[in-house]
């Protein structure tokens, strides 16, 4: 059976950005400021960059497997040798379980905005910070500070799991595919290799590996 997408509502928003190094109103980073705050700039850009690549990379990875129609394709594979299904049956799971881990992510409400991520925060930081120094501005600049860190936190949350979930989907796709290549190089009727007799083993007797 089909894997299920997202509904066209869900996949509009799964947009991505172009990683570069300018800051969020567009200025060359670093910009100026205190070294703690411009790592902390540093951090909250990189994880949004990394939160719209993983949700990007995700939803091109469902679409391909539904489009491909791979879980129907391992499901008629060991329909047709299920003495042959051991190996298949826990492939199939693993992508499944994959898969509705990744979708869920994808689909449940995030802590920051999916597309902005902490974009205000990291706008209001990259303002005070260029003057942090002046003490009438200490505590406007204390403020964005911890606005800063607790939206770099909210933001990782969804991060970790994401990455985690499509390591583990593209895994599980890697193992569906060299099952179904082994599948179709094996299959009656499949074209075998001529050869005289059986090969004789490379040298140092290690096998060879196909390319």
Not at 49 to 76: C, F, P, Q
Not at 101 to 130: Q, S
Not at 179 to 198: D, S, V, Y
């Amino acid at each position: 059976m089909p894997l299920p997408l997202l509904t066209a509502v869900q996949a509009l928003v799964l947009c991505a950005a172009t990683a570069s190094t300018t800051t969020f109103v567009g200025r060359p980073f670093p910009p100026p400021g205190p070294p703690e705050d411009q790592a902390l700039l540093g951090s909250m850009l990189s994880t949004h960059a990394r939160l719209l690549d993983g949700r990007m990379l995700a939803i091109r990875t469902m679409k391909r497997l539904h489009e491909e129609d791979v879980l129907g394709r391992l499901e008629r594979q060991a329909a047709a040798a299920p003495a042959l299904d051991a190996r298949g049956a826990a492939v199939r799971e693993r992508l499944r379980r994959a898969w509705d881990a990744d979708r869920e992510l994808l689909a449940r409400p995030w802590p920051v905005d999916p597309r902005l991520g902490c974009r205000a925060e990291g706008i209001e930081l990259e303002v005070v910070m260029a003057s942090a120094a002046d003490p009438a501005r200490a505590r406007r600049v204390e403020a964005a500070r911890a606005a800063a860190r607790r939206c770099l936190a909210r933001q990782t949350s969804v991060l970790t799991p994401l990455e985690t979930a499509n390591a583990a989907l593209l895994a599980a796709d890697g193992e569906a595919r060299a099952l179904l290549a082994g599948a179709a190089g094996t299959a009656p009727g499949a074209p075998q290799a001529a050869h005289a007799g059986p090969a004789a083993p490379p040298a140092g007797g290690a096998p060879e590996q196909a390319p």
